[in-house]
């Protein structure tokens, strides 16, 4: 627990040094974890398995077991301790094969050895653990189980009679026997014409020639209506071989080898395959058209006499089974694996294996079911059924033995293959139940896309390249109001300048309101403002000329001003009697008629105009 | 009188021809969505590949299809519609999510290591880090702050806040022109460099435009490549570390 305590904020010397303690101790903190933990120093993914390629076996029988290791990283590993192999032989041991690839700069082993043992007791028997060190840790892989059963069973390798045996062979052709043969023919074989239902009919389709194969081209295969059929050998290459049918010589290759389950009672048939086949012995290598026999199954029911309650259609065949639990004690709250194995020859896809509903002192996980299957002179292989079981109480659980019910179709007989039963030590305290389910399901999410939109109508769309109109409206906008607005202040700024035309300009506004005032008090004859304003409008042009106020100015100062600026001496006394004279007209209310008024006003509009244009020394307004 | 009678027959053909071929367009539509949901992916892939090939431009069309390949593994396909979708629709979150997830699952099958992929033009790098409309609006904002402060200093008094409001301006200025540049540089690449995807799991690069010339590496489906120009059907393509070579149209696609 970190005490909280009131600080004062660090100085520049403090700070500095507080971050040079934080940084040394997360360095040290790093090196302590570096040199302890060797999964940090160079991490190294490292696995290795056990795999038997059977969990069913009789004595005698050859059992392969394959250990894979892999190892990712520089350095390989430094011990392997092989799998012990207790009740079994050593026929063939320590076949080892390496593979190294660098992806990303990862170095990656892969290796494998490779063991053939043979059983020599009954029962149970225990594969495992391998063991290596991978930088300094030993990795261990899981124990495998062979149940090894009487050589006297039923086993799936053994082929059942007439399944798969060599056709033709030196023997005569059903149905066309006595008939001549021709130079090239396909024919469908296949030993086994009545079975029941389920049963497992392997057909194999060859071509006969006794000239060389130019060219082949398979035109139609064979139908296989109400029959469950998978593939066992359909070569891509023409492989001939010497036979001899009726005397004669031939070279036949195979064409298709089917294993076929008839799904329903009657008269089945499979149908003609079809070929054109080009050989030496046609006139120019001519193609010709053969088709083989259509092949007709007589299939009957199972025998409904001592059939077992429950059994199952597609269960025919030779089937043993097998049931191991991964570990043999676990800790209360740990998940445990049962798997259950069925080795047979038979229809192993659809065979239907007893589930395991409920088990007491157990729940039980949906199972997750697999297939290993050889196919070479039929169906043959393993089924594999694995249960998650979680225990729901501690001490000794009993798993019981799981049945199943087959029919033997060599012997006509219904079997039963049985598991033993298994016991599983739990030990410990139940934890929750909640906490118990979650410890069984992890709910593992991997790597996966969202979902599809699920928008009902689309519409055609245009993908933006460039600008849009919105963009570059929100671009200029900015700009253009600055510039508007700068341009807006620099004109009013030049407005509200005074320069010398808009002072004459309004200089001259100003002498003409002042001779238009003048023309009005003219017609009411109001002779003291009519003065008034030839003399304001006289002042107004000097004041312009000359730059200066010239009413506080006595006559000869404003003679000599005007002499100084430049006027000539002829307009100053003129400008200088005329404003005594509007004084006269204005202060002496002497009365005076139109006509000398009009004379007063073209006087002082000539005088005006003289002021206006004379030219004045430089400097000056 | 004739002449009108054959504009408004004319006109209400047509009417009737585009709202068929809407209608068309949406059921093909919705019966591939449909096929999706049923765990048929192939033929979710033929119909939406159907309406595509119309044809039809829309964001919704090229994720479906995308989600579609992925389901189907053809991870190059994939990754090809998820990058069009986007092309569509910058930043649709969803579409980044999948392209991100179908290229990691391309990178756990095989990885196309590029040596010296690092050494291209810093600018065409980082005017690609971000979709064009980011660029926009960060310019956008950064302009108008610019342009804010600078009007803002006709108000402001001489003195330590003015001083401060010109070195943030010439911050922002300098940032914006930064910005401005490289959204430049976006719009020339969008405009100028033409880009595909490699649509097959693994596709053979040639020196030359034929299939009998020198193999001279291989490429892997999902990378980006750019395309400098075109031979009869063959395309020649410049990998981001500068590595140049022919391959067949097929195996490419455009975006």
């Known amino acids: 627990m970190t005490r909280l305590t009131n600080r004062q904020p660090p100085g520049g010397v403090e700070f500095v040094r507080s971050l040079s303690r934080v940084f040394a101790f997360n360095v040290l903190a790093f090196a302590v974890l570096a040199l302890t933990v060797p999964g940090v120093a160079g991490a190294q993914v490292a696995s290795i398995k056990v795999e038997a390629d059977r969990h069913i076996a009789t004595l005698g029988e050859t059992v392969a077991v394959t250990v894979s290791i892999v190892v990712e990283g520089k350095s390989g590993y430094d011990k392997y301790t092989p799998p012990a192999f207790t009740g079994f032989q050593m026929a063939r041991g320590g076949m080892r094969s390496q593979n190294i690839e660098v992806v990303n700069w990862q170095v990656r082993r892969r290796e494998t050895y490779s063991y053939q043992i043979i059983p020599l007791k009954l029962g149970k028997l225990k594969i495992g653990p391998a063991e290596m060190i991978v930088g300094g840790r030993k990795v261990k892989s899981s124990t495998t189980f062979v149940e090894v059963k009487k050589s006297g069973s039923p086993t799936p390798n053994q082929v059942q009679p007439g399944a798969g045996s060599n056709p033709a062979g030196n023997t005569a052709l059903s149905g066309s026997a006595k008939e001549p043969l021709p130079g090239v023919f396909i024919l469908a074989d296949t030993k086994q014409k009545k079975v029941v239902v389920g049963q497992q009919v392997v057909m194999q389709w060859w071509l006969f020639t006794q000239s060389d194969v130019m060219g082949f081209n398979p035109l139609k295969q064979p139908t296989t209506d109400h029959f469950w059929s998978q593939d066992l050998d359909s070569p891509r290459r023409l492989r001939f071989e010497r036979k001899q049918i009726q005397g004669q010589v031939y070279y036949a290759a195979l064409l298709a080898r089917k294993a076929l389950f008839p799904q329903r009672v009657g008269r089945l048939v499979v149908g003609p395959m079809e070929a054109q086949v080009r050989t030496m012995r046609e006139f120019g290598g001519r193609a010709v058209k053969r088709s083989s026999d259509p092949v007709t199954i007589d299939v009957v029911p199972v025998p409904e006499a001592r059939q077992p309650s429950g059994f199952s259609s597609q269960n025919v065949g030779r089937f043993m089974i097998a049931a191991s639990l991964d570990r043999e004690k676990i800790k209360a709250g740990d998940a445990v694996t049962l798997k259950v194995v069925v080795r047979g020859r038979g229809n192993l896809r659809q065979l239907k294996v007893p589930r395991l509903m409920k088990i007491a002192g157990f729940k039980v996980y949906q199972p997750k079911v697999s297939e290993k299957l050889e196919l070479s002179d039929g169906v043959a292989g393993e089924k594999i059924v694995e249960y998650l079981l979680l225990p729901t109480r501690v001490g000794r659980i009993s798993i019981p033995s799981i049945r199943l019910d087959y029919f033997d179709p060599a012997s006509r007989r219904y079997r039963k293959a049985e598991t033993g039963g298994l016991t599983l030590t739990v030990t410990g305290k139940l934890p929750t139940s909640e906490a118990a389910t979650n410890a069984a399901k992890k709910n593992v999410l991997g790597l996966d896309i969202r979902p599809p939109r699920s928008a009902r109508s689309i519409e055609q769309r245009k993908r933006q390249k460039g600008v849009d109109l919105i963009s570059l409206v929100l671009f200029i906008l900015p700009a253009g109001a600055l510039i508007f607005l700068g341009g807006f202040s620099r004109i009013r700024a030049r407005l509200r300048k005074e320069t010398d035309r808009s002072m004459g300009r309004a200089t001259h506004r100003k002498v003409r309101q002042h001779l238009s005032a003048a023309k009005q008090y003219q017609q009411k004859l109001e002779m003291a403002k009519f003065f008034a304003e030839l003399s304001a409008a006289i002042s107004a042009q000097l004041d312009y000329r000359m730059s200066i106020l010239v009413d506080g100015l006595t006559r000869e100062e404003l003679r000599a001003a005007m002499l100084e600026n430049g006027f000539s001496e002829e307009l100053a006394k003129e400008t200088t009697e005329e404003l005594d004279s509007c004084d006269f007209g204005r202060f002496a209310k002497a009365a005076g008629d139109g006509q000398q008024l009009t004379a007063a006003l073209r006087r002082t509009q000539k005088l005006i105009q003289s002021l206006a244009r004379a030219s004045l020394k430089k400097g000056s307004a | ?255």
């Open chain 2, 1 to 255: 009188m004739m002449k009108a009678v054959k504009a408004i027959l004319f006109v209400a053909i047509m009417a009737c021809t585009i709202t068929a071929q809407a209608e068309t367009v949406d059921q093909a539509y919705a019966a591939a969505l449909k096929s999706y949901y049923a765990g048929n992916y192939g033929e979710a892939v033929a119909g939406l590949e159907r309406v595509a090939a119309i044809p039809m431009h829309h964001e919704d069309l090229y994720y479906n299809l995308g989600c579609s390949y992925f389901r189907l593994d053809k991870l190059g396909p994939a990754i090809y519609n998820f990058e069009r979708a986007l092309a569509l629709a910058e930043g649709a979150e969803d579409a980044e999510f999948n392209l991100k997830t179908a290229r990691a699952a391309v990178n756990a099958k095989v990885k196309d290591v590029l040596k010296g992929a690092e050494g291209g033009p810093w600018w065409e790098t980082l005017s690609r880090a971000l979709p064009l409309g980011g660029f926009k609006v960060m310019f956008l904002l950064l302009w108008w702050l610019a342009l804010a402060l600078f009007f803002g200093l006709r108000f402001m008094a001489p003195g330590a806040g003015r001083t401060g409001m010109i070195a943030t301006g010439a911050l922002v200025w300098l940032l914006t022109v930064f910005c401005g540049a490289l959204l430049a540089g976006r719009l020339y690449l969008n405009a100028n460099v033409r880009q595909g995807i490699i649509l097959p799991d693994r596709v053979v690069v040639h020196e030359g435009p034929a299939p009998g010339t020198k193999e001279t590496f291989k490429v892997h489906a999902g990378l980006r490549v750019s395309l400098r120009s075109e031979e009869n059907e063959w395309i020649r393509i410049r990998l981001p570390n500068g590595l140049e070579g022919w391959i067949q149209q097929q195996s490419l696609g455009r975006l």
